[in-house]
């Protein structure tokens, strides 16, 4: 019955049908095939609304809104200036400034693919100016995007913590570090080809103007403050920082930026509504598939064969890390999360692994493949904003998917990278 999921799934995937109708079809072949399979379908509807009916899930829409309204509401721009006016000086300075502007970006918005169309609209002409090719500009944005997605609270942590019931805090706490690790790495290589290639030479910002920037951006920092250090501090859960994230951007971008208007309210609902709808139908009918492959013994089929191949726990994350990589380059990293983590997880904690761990390395991938073609949603974003052709993208991109995934493998085989903040805070034991 694995085989004939398997081959149901990639007949239709490639077949052009859409993702998430490929998920729930693929799901319902699996039961009706089994025995009583015409009495199994009856339950799939529960099983939809039981993945859908998780508490955390309400965190999605909200910080999506709060993403949307942030993007719309002038807090992205002071974020950038405030990047500009501090490291964004000489050499690749600029450079500099957009990684660690689309960080700032994503630690309130927790969607890659906004954060970088965004800060592609902000950063792109500031970067074409100061002499850097139009494509490695993009490919540096859609790098940025994809380093960023580590930064909590990202959407594809909380799918990881509510499908794997691991600590969502706790991810949020452990993907800081790993975060940190990939801009370092990025801004490295950024600096190392400005000063050889001559890209980039902002004039020094005085004093006087980095303390404007900083007074500009102060409500917009002060809404990372709040959400992740409430969240991390224990003041409310990931569901109500959501809810606070919203109401705070709103009154930011109203009432102290005063960029966003009454009038555009109905679009970001629009907005929001679209990408959330988008979200939920791939997590419902990925529990279609689920209830599937368990019904029918695969997750059991799949711990066999995977302890078979790996004698030990880092043969294991290798081997996990080269699945996510291939599934990767096919489809969008919301499905795989949906299928693979119920099953690997459980595996993982045979061998050893933190949960917490688990998921951030597996995040790891995430990121890298959000700048990867052909399924790169940070590089589809950067692209469409600057309207360069993908595949002249890729060239300059090459380097930075180099980084990013030495990057990944160091994550994965040094835990502490990724615990030391969640023990720190005492989100694990």
């Not at 807090?75 to 490291?87: P, S, W």
């Not at 791939?282 to 302890?307: C, E, K, R």
Request: proline share 6%; aromatic share 8%; charged share 10%.
């Amino acid at each position: 019955m694995a085989f004939l999921i398997v081959i149901v799934f990639f007949v239709l995937l490639f077949g052009g049908v859409p993702v998430a109708f490929a998920l729930g079809i693929t799901g319902m072949a699996g039961l009706y095939f089994s025995p009583g399979g015409s009495d199994l379908l009856a339950i799939l509807p529960q099983e939809v609304f039981r993945s859908l009916s998780n508490f955390p899930m309400l965190t999605i829409p909200l910080f999506i809104l709060a993403g949307t309204i942030m993007a719309q509401g002038g807090i992205g721009k002071r974020l950038t200036d405030f990047a500009e006016a501090t490291v964004g000086r000489g050499k690749g300075g600029l450079g500099v400034s957009v990684i660690v502007s689309t960080m700032f970006f994503h630690g309130i918005s927790g969607s890659t693919t906004a954060d970088t169309a965004a800060i592609t609209r902000v950063a792109l002409p500031s970067l074409v100016k100061q002499g850097y090719p139009v494509t490695f500009a993009t490919a540096l944005i859609a790098a940025s995007g994809a380093t960023a997605t580590l930064i909590p609270p990202t959407i594809d942590l909380i799918i990881i913590g509510v499908v794997a019931n691991i600590s969502i805090a706790g991810l949020f706490a452990a993907g800081v570090v790993p975060a940190i690790i990939n801009g370092i790495a990025l801004i490295a290589y950024v600096l190392y080809v400005s000063v050889k290639r001559n890209y980039g030479n902002m004039t020094r910002t005085s004093l006087r103007g980095m303390y404007r920037a900083l007074i500009k951006a102060l409500p917009a920092l002060a809404m990372i403050a709040i959400i992740l250090g409430g969240i991390l501090g224990g003041v409310f859960t990931p569901t109500e920082a959501s809810a606070v994230a919203v109401a705070y951007a709103l009154f930011v971008s109203i009432f102290v930026y005063r960029d966003l208007k009454l009038s555009q309210i109905p679009d970001i609902i629009r907005s929001t509504l679209e990408l959330t709808g988008m979200v939920l139908l791939l997590i419902g009918t990925g529990a279609i598939l689920s209830y599937s492959m368990s019904f029918n013994g695969v997750p059991n089929q799949i711990a066999d064969g995977l302890q078979e191949l790996a004698s030990n726990k880092f043969v294991f994350l290798l081997l996990v890390q080269l699945i996510f990589f291939i599934v990767g380059t096919i489809m969008d990293a919301t499905p795989a999360l949906l299928v693979l983590m119920p099953i690997l997880t459980p595996i993982a904690v045979d061998y050893g692994v933190e949960p917490i761990h688990f998921g951030i390395l597996v995040e790891a991938n995430v990121a890298l493949h959000m700048a990867v073609p052909p399924a790169g949603l940070a590089l589809y974003a950067a692209c469409a904003v600057s309207r360069v052709p993908i595949e002249t993208v890729v060239r300059p991109l090459l380097p930075m998917i180099v980084l990013l995934t030495a990057t990944m493998l160091i994550i994965t085989y040094f835990e502490p990278f990724s615990m030391w903040l969640p023990q720190l805070l005492h989100l694990v034991d």
